[in-house]
């Protein structure tokens, strides 16, 4: 989301006549933050902190602080107290002001704060987008969050869920497709609830299956996706849909129902498992992810053993795994917390155990001819090679010439390293 967002930036500041810089001594400097975690916090503040010596030898340069930690309770004039040489600190509601006060800065040096604490910030279309994924475009089918998850703060930060119209959905999808964008990921914090907001019965499913009936050579993903409100018609579209990959981010957070309860997460582990159940039903070859964490409160030994168990059962492809960082505001903050040794020694048993999984998994793709879509160049001592991804989600590691980055490639898989495949063209 973050990413995207920052194409959304990009976008606005070269409509100044601004060009990308490749280095700190920049005009214009953007931090676009994140606070889902203390860790990506404390990663911004010390980025910040570094520029203090760029306004000093260049007092011209802009430097604006935007994204989610401005929009915390307090943060805007925190942050000006703590890096009085920032210019602009601007909220998560009206990023697309960023290109109106970054002119402004350049010609007066005036500052600005501007935080929309608005629930419901009006959606914006029609900002350029200066995209930087390679053959992937990300689009944004809404914003927001109603689900308070009591460790999260993106409801917060973030606002309430706002849908875009299925026809500006559509029409950048289009213009993608038409840019020769070869995958397009369709992006919101809870994208089964698309729609719910705009009350005219429109919903994922029918977002799905309208823009699964482009023709052509593309690919379409999503995420994420909030088990509670995974239907089985998406599941169904999913599977009939040669557009749209079999490859599903479902995060489960815990694999212990009185760690769901107290997360307000509205599900239990075998609603959990009777919906990755359908889904491999319809699809045996779906690649499934999932985000996990421990040591959220009252997480006791016999918990985090559910949440092996359900690692064990469920074989994800892959896993996203965290500790559980308390985050001001939230309704967990406040409850007791885990010691950090013990969350640290769960989550080394609960990386092993799904390193051990993926690594089994790649195992078994060896001797298969997987499609992938060329996706980037990587470099390794000295010598170049492509990469790119399965349906699955699996990256791949082949030799080839750069006219293939954007093209379907045939590779047969001839050797695995962890969640790394390698092969070669056939
Ligand atoms: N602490 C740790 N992990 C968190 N996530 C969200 N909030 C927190 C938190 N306070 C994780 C969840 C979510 C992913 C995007 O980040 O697993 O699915
Ligand atoms: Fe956070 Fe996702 Fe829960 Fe929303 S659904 S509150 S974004 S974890």
């Not at 369709?186 to 799905?208: E, H, I, K, P, T």
């Not at 093209?407 to 695995?416: G, L």
């Amino acid at each position: 989301m973050n990413v995207h967002e920052s194409e959304k930036i990009a976008g606005l500041l070269m409509q100044l006549g601004l060009e990308e810089s490749t280095d700190d001594t920049a005009d214009v400097v953007v931090f676009n933050t994140c606070c889902i975690r203390d860790n990506a916090e404390r990663k911004a503040i010390g980025q910040i902190g570094r520029f203090k010596q760029l306004k000093r030898e260049n007092p011209d340069a802009v430097i604006a602080v935007v994204g989610c930690m401005t929009q915390q309770d307090g943060a805007g004039l925190a942050l000006r107290k703590k890096f009085p040489f920032v210019d602009i600190v601007l909220g998560t509601a009206n990023l697309d002001k960023i290109g109106d006060l970054v002119a402004d800065c350049l010609a007066t040096h005036k500052k600005h704060v501007e935080i929309d604490t608005d629930p419901k910030p009006p959606i914006v279309e029609g900002l350029p987008y200066y995209r930087t994924s390679g053959c992937n475009a990300w689009i944004n089918i809404m914003y927001g969050c109603n689900n308070f998850c009591t460790y999260c703060v993106v409801p917060y930060v973030r606002g309430r869920e706002r849908s875009r119209r299925k026809e500006d959905i559509i029409d950048e999808f289009r213009r993608a497709l038409d840019q020769g964008y070869k995958e397009v990921t369709l992006l919101g914090q809870n994208v089964n609830s698309y729609g719910n907001d705009r009350g005219d019965g429109y919903g994922f499913a029918d977002l799905l299956q309208d823009l699964a009936k482009f023709d052509g050579d593309h690919r379409i993903r999503f995420m994420t996706n909030h088990p509670k409100d995974m239907d089985d018609r998406v599941i169904d579209i999913v599977a009939d849909s040669p557009n749209i990959c079999n490859n599903i981010h479902l995060p489960i957070q815990s694999g212990s129902d009185k760690i769901l309860r107290l997360m307000n997460r509205h599900y239990t582990r075998d609603d959990y498992l009777a919906t990755i159940d359908k889904i491999r039903a319809k699809m045996p070859d779906c690649g499934i992810t999932t985000d996990l964490m421990v040591g959220f409160p009252y997480e006791e030994e016999s918990d985090f053993e559910d949440t092996l168990d359900i690692v064990r059962r469920v074989q994800y492809s892959n896993a996203f795994t965290f500790v559980y960082s308390p985050r001001r505001g939230t309704p967990a903050a406040t409850m007791p917390q885990v010691p950090e040794e013990v969350s640290r020694r769960r989550i080394m048993a609960l990386i092993a155990e799904q390193n051990a999984i993926t690594r089994k998994l790649s195992d078994a793709y060896v001797g298969g001819v997987y499609r992938v879509l060329c996706e980037d160049i990587v470099e390794k001592n000295g010598k170049k090679q492509l990469c790119g991804r399965t349906e699955s989600g699996r990256m791949v590691t082949f030799d080839g010439g750069e006219e293939l980055v954007g093209t379907f490639c045939d590779i047969k898989i001839t050797r695995s390293r962890s969640a790394s495949l390698f092969g070669t063209k056939v």
